[in-house]
């Protein structure tokens, strides 16, 4: 069944790349800030999906990362600094760094008490973020500068942008996916479905587990530098809890440590979202119970509705 | 939900079944306010406000009809942002009116004045975007936040308070407050209190108060803060020994969950319910008998939205592809507003007068801020001289 | 500082962390018991301030609200725990969480569907309505000190059931070895109900007496919700004493902190320094504390005996 994954995966992708010429024939060219928004959503959730599917570390504050890549671009665009490859080295160094130290710490627990110290470093970083007041505090900053790419605008905004995220995704989807089939990702699910073994075995599952979890910070932070790009503003609120949990619903909605799950439960909020809203503005009243729904009926989460008879690297 | 919102949005899924925009000939208004969360009753204020102004005229501004197309920013900067683009590329809409807030307005005012096109705020004032960063397609109707906060200074002076208790949220609308109260209050402030956010419990602020020796507080606590200090104030008993002004802390929008605890407390504002002109009078009860409550100045600002886009098009004779006309016309305000004078500065805020207010009990039991006096004429902010416009 | 504004501190703290228990008990109960985690146990905090005003303006009694309050939260409860809850306790937490989630998205949009988005407030029983004056300078609303006594009986009345009575040992029982507990011939369904039922009528209490004091809101549960996990984590899951003490420590610093870390910083540096600063730091400081104990403790203060 491998093979359908990257069946379904090749599907979502060439889709994807055909949109920047499909919509303009259908007059929706409106949907890509849409789509855009769905892949950045999607790029965090498939490196929680790392740690959470394959590493059994459920943490709630993985929207932090995304919060300090956002921020550590932002501070570096306002002090002049345009050019995105040295903003992405700056965001990955940020990331990394911070992931190794409350890391280190984090792993010290497990189950549902790393869960909670991962939201208390979450928070501890949102509120920090808040208390940036040259940089907006709570408010925010509006960008007027963007990122350049070898001094080239194309990064900045329309099909330039959209084709730099998608790529992004891409090497996301493939990278996590390799990552997780390699005899790291082979240790880490041991570990995470038996500790004591693994670490019988003679493997250091700790530094395992404390590698994927900085791995998982640095892309979060990646998508945190797409998104002020395409924001062109910043603000505290992306680093909130909320938005942690957000990432936890897309992850186990599309279905744990799967191929495309993390992919698909993201453009399925993204895109639910959009859909009920537009039609219903007490949409919530729908998509509370939804939730309920496919949770009860759906349990290897979508990726298995379209894997109907088994399921993958679990 | 309201029926207005369901033409809107009916009208945006027709269009985009059709993938066309067969109504390219109307006027499209796109509204970006926000309807979720405790706030969104100020929301809900300038969609009524707005469309008890387009439904005077018909349906119709400046001789046009108008599409208008609410949109909820639901108090998220990345979803003010999503819903912000689409209107200007799937709507292609001619005006943006929006936001509540200012957090909001810092996340949409980019990609839409960059689009060209008109962006008008019916209440944040933000001073971002009044002095260097001014902008010619970005209009305010509202004020510039620090002036209520000035003017309360000023009413602190006329009322004589010699020592004032100074307490506001901790962020930057609460610190702009303090900031504005501080430059035109001549006495002393014996403290300057800042809470969190959000904050639920303020009887440590009120015993500190009562030990003040403070004659008068001010306070900016907006929406539910507001309700629980009120509440609090009163019941600590303190409403005898101190006198309570506030902005935005006792409104049209918080007065229903404080009743008679706020009755009495002093406010300034660029407008009341009560204040006599014919503009006015008409717009309060025609308010009151559409949507069965009182109007605050969320409603009234939109209200005066509605009519400031309704003078624009008729004096450009509906052809806005001149921007450049569009702006004058925008700029030359020529429209009667409901609060009195009314014009626009070079940095396209507001010039207009402050009057001192309270809080009264209405005869049918219903609460609202009455004019008392007017403290300052033609008040304009302190950020116009950096706008190069 | 005055000494007068440190004792007022201390018995809102007191206040505050006794509210958390409310809410955090029935939470750590049904975590410790069940092994089922519940984010939707902060809306019944939220739904018990909504049926006090609704029954309030109902009836025009406090006091008859009051107990219609209890019951119907405990309704909603054992409702939520027959149609959705009892098909979850044998799934994975992820799912769990998910499905509550959903809950709180439905009941916090229908609160605002039902009541309006505005802030709502109702007043204090005529009764305990006014202050007393506890120092020369110190008054303090009578209502409050009556929620303080009244979460201190209810705190008594829980540890004592939990320790001494059979259902008590039943659940104590049930949260360490619950396969033993049902070979024994015990409906540990029924038991798990009554848990349940409980928790969310303790939940909803603490609403209904929070809601005179504070403003009643849609979404109101969410941020407390968090709290009172902190607060369960603190205290170590499933244990009742453990959440007591974990909850006045939580209350006491949060609401010291909020008061005490800009002044302190103030001290150290200038007044906008320590103003931007200060309440950033302030509302850090009960997950700092809640890091440095799961770095130390990784099981939390008192943990269950037994608990996983």
């Given at each position: 069944m491998m093979d359908r994954g990257a069946l379904i995966g090749g599907v979502i992708f060439a889709l994807l790349l055909a949109m920047p010429v499909l919509l303009p024939i259908v007059g929706a060219e409106y949907l890509t800030g849409l789509l855009i928004k769905a892949m950045l959503l999607a790029i965090a959730a498939i490196s929680l999906d790392l740690i959470i599917g394959h590493g059994g570390m459920v943490s709630l504050g993985h929207a932090a990362f995304i919060g300090v890549g956002a921020y550590a671009t932002a501070i570096g665009l306002e002090s002049g600094i345009e050019e995105i490859l040295v903003l992405l080295a700056i965001t990955l160094a940020v990331t990394g760094g911070l992931a190794l130290v409350t890391g280190t710490l984090a792993l010290r627990t497990s189950g549902v008490y790393f869960l909670m110290i991962t939201l208390a470093f979450g928070q501890m970083i949102y509120f920090t973020l808040t208390s940036l007041a040259a940089y907006g505090g709570d408010d925010g900053l509006t960008l007027w500068s963007l990122a350049t790419f070898f001094g080239s605008d194309i990064v900045q905004e329309g099909e330039g942008l959209y084709f730099f995220v998608f790529a992004a995704l891409f090497l996301t989807w493939l990278g996590v996916w390799r990552i997780s089939q390699s005899r790291f990702g082979r240790v880490l699910r041991a570990a995470r479905d038996n500790p004591q073994r693994a670490e019988v075995m003679g493997y250091p599952i700790a530094r395992y587990q404390l590698i994927a979890y900085v791995i998982a910070a640095c892309i979060a932070g990646v998508s945190g530098l797409l998104l002020v790009q395409y924001a062109e503003f910043v603000s505290p609120s992306i680093a909130a809890w909320q938005r942690s949990g957000d990432l936890i619903v897309a992850v186990v909605l599309g279905g744990l440590g799967s191929r495309n799950g993390a992919i698909l439960g993201a453009f399925f909020i993204v895109i639910m979202e959009e859909f009920l809203s537009s039609i219903f503005h007490e949409w919530r009243l729908i998509y509370g119970p939804l939730l309920v729904v496919l949770v009860l009926y759906a349990k290897g989460g979508l990726n298995d509705l379209l894997h109907p008879k088994s399921r993958e690297a679990s | 939900m309201k029926p207005t919102l369901k033409i809107a949005t009916g009208a945006a899924v027709l269009s985009m079944l059709m993938g066309t925009t067969a109504l390219a000939e109307n006027l499209k208004i796109g509204m970006v306010v926000t309807l979720s969360g405790p706030p969104a009753a100020l929301g809900q204020q300038i969609v009524d406000g707005f469309q008890l102004a387009l439904d005077e005229k018909g349906g119709m501004l400046g001789g046009q009809a108008v599409d208008l197309i609410v949109e909820d920013d639901e108090l998220k900067p990345d979803v003010a942002l999503l819903k912000a683009t689409s209107l200007i590329e799937r709507e292609e809409v001619d005006f943006v009116v929006g936001t509540v807030f200012s957090n909001m307005l810092q996340a949409i005012f980019k990609p839409i004045v960059e689009s060209e096109t008109f962006l008008i705020s019916p209440n944040a004032g933000p001073s971002t975007f009044a002095?260097?960063?001014?902008?010619?397609y970005f209009f305010v109707t509202s004020y510039q936040n620090n002036q209520n906060a000035e003017v309360s200074g000023m009413v602190a002076n006329e009322e004589g308070f010699e020592n004032v208790f100074v307490m506001a949220p901790n962020y930057q609308a609460g610190r702009d407050n303090v900031e504005g109260f501080n430059k035109t209050f001549e006495g002393t402030v014996t403290d300057e209190v800042f809470t969190p956010l959000g904050h639920q419990d303020f009887s440590a602020e009120l015993a500190r108060m009562s030990t003040s020796g403070a004659d008068a507080v001010f306070t900016f606590m907006p929406g539910g803060m507001g309700v629980r200090l009120v509440g609090q104030f009163d019941g600590a008993g303190l409403k005898d020994s101190m006198k309570f002004m506030s902005v935005f802390t006792t409104d049209e929008t918080t007065l229903p969950g404080q009743k008679d605890a706020a009755v009495g407390f002093l406010a300034a504002g660029n407008w009341a319910p009560d204040m006599d002109n014919e503009a006015n009078n008409a717009f309060v009860s025609a308010f009151e008998e559409k949507y069965g409550y009182i109007p605050g100045g969320y409603a009234m600002q939109a209200y005066d939205t509605a009519n400031l886009i309704d003078s624009a098009v008729a004096a450009t004779g509906g052809s806005l592809e001149d921007k450049d006309a569009v702006r004058a016309a925008l700029k030359a305000a020529d429209f009667t507003s409901v609060r009195g004078d009314f014009s626009f500065n070079n940095n396209h805020y507001p010039v207009q007068d402050f009057h001192a207010l309270t809080v009264v009990k209405r005869d049918d039991g219903k609460f609202h801020t009455s004019f008392v006096r007017t403290v300052v004429e033609d008040y304009a902010d302190s950020f116009a001289s950096e706008c190069g416009m | 500082m005055s000494l007068t504004l440190f004792l007022i501190l201390c018995l809102n703290g007191l206040q505050y962390g006794l509210l958390l228990f409310l809410i955090a008990a029935g939470l750590t109960l049904v975590f410790g018991v069940m092994g089922f985690i519940n984010l939707a146990h902060g809306v019944q905090y939220m739904v018990g301030a909504y049926l006090i005003f609704a029954f309030t303006g109902l009836t025009g009694s406090f006091w008859l609200a009051l107990v219609l309050s209890l019951i119907t939260a405990l309704l909603i409860g054992l409702l939520l725990e027959y149609v959705v809850f009892r098909h979850l306790y044998s799934r994975s937490h992820l799912d769990q969480v998910l499905a509550t989630f959903g809950i709180i998205i439905f009941l916090n949009e229908l609160a605002k569907v039902l009541f309006g988005p505005a802030t709502l407030s109702i007043d204090t029983p005529e009764l305990l309505s006014g202050s007393i004056q506890l120092t020369e300078q110190l008054r303090y609303p009578v209502y409050r000190l009556v929620t303080i006594g009244v979460g201190l009986v209810v705190a008594v009345g829980l540890f004592l059931t939990i320790s001494y009575t059979r259902t008590g040992m039943l659940i104590r029982a049930g949260s360490t070895t619950p396969e033993m507990v049902s070979a024994l011939g015990v409906n540990v369904k029924q038991l798990f109900q009554i848990v349940f039922g409980v928790g969310a009528m303790l939940a909803g209490f603490a609403g209904v007496i929070a809601a005179p004091i504070f403003a009643i809101e849609p979404g109101m549960g969410d941020n407390i919700l968090i709290i009172a996990f902190v607060v369960i984590i603190i205290g170590g899951v499933g244990s009742i004493g453990g959440a007591f003490v974990a909850a006045i420590l939580v209350g006491l610093i949060d609401t010291l902190g909020r008061s005490l870390v800009t002044e302190a910083l103030g001290l150290v540096f200038n007044a906008s320094m320590a103003n931007q600063i200060g309440p950033a730091l302030a509302s850090m400081l009960i997950y700092i504390l809640m890091a440095a104990i799961l770095v130390f403790r990784p099981k939390g203060l008192l943990p269950a005996k037994g608990a996983t």
């Open positions: - | 002095g260097n960063n001014c902008n010619p | -």
